[in-house]
């Protein structure tokens, strides 16, 4: 069983930067790839970067390619959303995710695939 809390969510303006983080407990964090999604809305939850369980593979959808960086700091059971040059569209709940499954080799981008969720922190991003 793996507890998951977001934080770091907020108002800012276009441009901005926000750096989320989610820290674990309860199980061991290092085994788990890590993902981050998000939810606007009237909008389904969709896919926004994941991280291998080593940290040392990082997928990000397009919408974040470039602005976003996702980290997994294993030491703190901590993954952390580098978030810049933000825009409206970004506007939603972010949520974090670990993996079904311990040490897996594929790093999914598909929210069914995640077994254990955060309880999601705003972000709102104003023109």
């Known amino acids: 069983q793996v507890l998951l809390v977001e934080s770091g969510g907020g108002l800012v303006q276009t441009g901005d930067s926000l750096r989320l983080s989610c820290v674990a407990t309860?199980?061991?964090?290092?085994?788990?790839?890590m993902g981050w999604f998000r939810q606007a809305p009237g909008k389904e939850r969709e896919f926004v970067a994941a991280?291998?369980?080593?940290?040392?593979?990082?997928y990000y959808a397009d919408s974040g390619k470039g602005r976003f960086t996702i980290s997994k700091d294993n030491a703190k059971s901590t993954v952390y959303l580098q978030m810049n040059s933000l825009k409206p569209e970004d506007t939603a709940v972010y949520f974090c995710?670990?993996?079904?499954?311990?040490?897996?080799?594929?790093?999914?981008?598909?929210?069914?695939?995640?077994?254990?969720w955060g309880q999601g922190t705003q972000v709102t991003v104003s023109s």
């Open positions: 995710a670990a993996s079904g499954r311990t040490y897996a080799t594929t790093v999914d981008q598909t929210a069914s695939r995640y077994a254990y």
């Open positions: 309860g199980s061991t964090f290092i085994s788990y790839n």
């Open positions: 991280v291998s369980w080593s940290g040392g593979r990082t």
